[in-house]
T-cell receptor
Framework: NAGVTQTPKFQVLKTGQSMTLQCAQDMNHNSMYWYRQDPGMGLRLIYYSASEGTTDKGEVPNGYNVSRLNKREFSLRLESAAPSQTSVYFC???????????FGPGTRLLVL | GNSVTQMEGPVTLSEEAFLTINCTYTATGYPSLFWYVQYPGEGLQLLLKATKADDKGSNKGFEATYRKETTSFHLEKGSVQVSDSAVYFCALREYIFGTGTRLKVLA
């Protein structure tokens, strides 16, 4: 049972480049989330999807877009990367909102 | 609005010492409360949770009691081990996390 998987594990980008972070879960969960983790800031929610077909902004959505491709997959896109987006990105899923979240291993992104 | 405040770290303890990590919250209604743990190089994983006032969550020797009168959900463990070294996050409802408290346990 894989749980929540994320790709890639590590990525280096130049300022202005674009990329998509992939996330998939095999637990038949309805809700999915994208967070970024920065030193001293804890986890901050970027976007979430309460159920298939819906997405909503979190605390720090600027510079990001998301797609809930199907029930399993939830991708995060950076259209024009900036150094301020250097962070560790975590995807999570849960049965529903306010339920226990299950996290992926993270993607470490460095923007030069 | 909804928010979580937890004590800043790092917290350094000797093995078998007593641990308390404070967490207080601001919210309307009766939100679910969680403690997550993050081991080095990994994602977060649920440690324990409580869904209503006076509930006590427990797991792996850790405990936390949902205190509505003090809006708190402090994490405690009677005797820590080196393997408990990690970052601990208090969380409120679906996606409101504290800033994390790093715990280091020395042998």
């Amino acid at each position: 049972n894989a749980g929540v998987t994320q790709t890639p594990k590590f990525q280096v980008l130049k300022t202005g480049q674009s990329m998509t972070l992939q996330c998939a879960q095999d637990m038949n969960h309805n809700s999915m989330y994208w967070y970024r983790q920065d030193p001293g800031m804890g986890l901050r929610l970027i976007y979430y999807s309460a159920s298939e077909g819906t997405t909503d902004k979190g605390e720090v959505p600027n510079g990001y877009n998301v797609s809930r491709l199907n029930k399993r997959e939830f991708s995060l896109r950076l259209e024009s990367a900036a150094p301020s987006q250097t962070s560790v990105y975590f995807c999570a899923s849960s049965v529903g909102l306010a339920e226990t979240q299950y996290f992926g291993p993270g993607t470490r992104l460095l923007v030069l | 609005g909804n928010s979580v405040t937890q004590m800043e770290g790092p917290v350094t303890l000797s093995e078998e010492a007593f641990l308390t990590i404070n967490c207080t919250y601001t919210a309307t209604g009766y939100p679910s409360l969680f403690w997550y743990v993050q081991y080095p190089g990994e994602g977060l994983q649920l440690l324990l949770k409580a869904t209503k006032a006076d509930d006590k969550g427990s797991n792996k020797g850790f405990e936390a009691t949902y205190r509505k009168e003090t809006t708190s959900f402090h994490l405690e463990k009677g005797s820590v081990q080196v393997s408990d070294s990690a970052v601990y996050f208090c969380a409120l409802r679906e996606y409101i996390f504290g800033t994390g408290t790093r715990l280091k346990v020395l042998a």
